[in-house]
T-cell receptor, first 115, second 112 residues
Framework: NAGVMQNPRHLVRRRGQEARLRCSPMKGHSHVYWYRQLPEEGLKFMVYLQKENIIDESGMPKERFSAEFPKEGPSILRIQQVVRGDSAAYFC?????????????FGQGTRLTVV | KNQVEQSPQSLIILEGKNCTLQCNYTVSPFSNLRWYKQDTGRGPVSLTIMTFSENTKSNGRYTATLDADTKQSSLHITASQLSDSASYICVVISGGYNKLIFGAGTRLAVHP
């Protein structure tokens, strides 16, 4: 059973381009969470998705950011018209259940650099 | 405002020594508290999960404590090894699902 798979591991984009980050949860996990880690800071919650549904997007910037978790395929975090401030590590986590006592497992992250 | 604060920010110890990392939180409602280890360039890995009613939990050389009254937790590492060099992150769950509130972490360096 492979762990949470994120790709790409490293992504470089020029200002104004789009960034697409992919997350394949662990087998049997239908709950996905995205977190962002700015340099020298802790991880910050962005969005919680369950298959085909956004449950909580309270941590998502109002513009340019969107997330989806389709019935088939990986979860996608999409950042349109990237700016330098979007440079960060983006981590995805998954869990089999959404409740508070179920452990969430993290991927290795995607490091986005905007030049 | 929900916050998780950790101290110290960084720590250097010699191999074989013990150390204790601190975590204070102002999160309400409180569901449970977790300690994660994050190696440089990798995702966080869970060390312990503690619920409101648990005071102490051990996982090998790691022992976590929780005082829900004072809203404090500690992570004690015994007989440190070079591979313990990493960031240790205190995480609090508030509410009914896995929405994690992360501290900034303590960066531990174990030197030979």
């Amino acid at each position: 059973n492979a762990g949470v798979m994120q790709n790409p591991r490293h992504l470089v984009r020029r200002r104004g381009q789009e960034a697409r980050l992919r997350c394949s949860p662990m087998k049997g996990h239908s709950h996905v969470y995205w977190y962002r880690q700015l340099p020298e800071e802790g991880l910050k919650f962005m969005v919680y998705l369950q298959k085909e549904n956004i449950i909580d997007e309270s941590g998502m910037p109002k513009e340019r950011f969107s997330a989806e978790f389709p019935k088939e395929g990986p979860s996608i975090l999409r950042i349109q018209q990237v700016v330098r401030g979007d440079s960060a590590a983006y981590f995805c986590a998954s869990s089999p259940l959404g409740d508070k006592n179920t452990e969430a497992f993290f991927g290795q992250g995607t490091r986005l650099t905007v030049v | 405002k929900n916050q998780v604060e950790q101290s110290p920010q960084s720590l250097i110890i010699l191999e074989g020594k013990n150390c204790t990392l601190q975590c204070n939180y102002t999160v309400s409602p409180f569901s449970n508290l977790r300690w994660y280890k994050q190696d440089t360039g990798r995702g966080p890995v869970s060390l312990t999960i503690m619920t409101f009613s648990e005071n102490t939990k051990s996982n090998g050389r790691y022992t976590a404590t929780l005082d829900a009254d004072t809203k404090q937790s500690s992570l004690h590492i015994t007989a440190s090894q070079l591979s313990d060099s990493a960031s240790y992150i205190c995480v609090v769950i508030s509410g009914g699902y896995n929405k994690l509130i992360f501290g900034a972490g303590t960066r531990l360096a174990v030197h030979p």
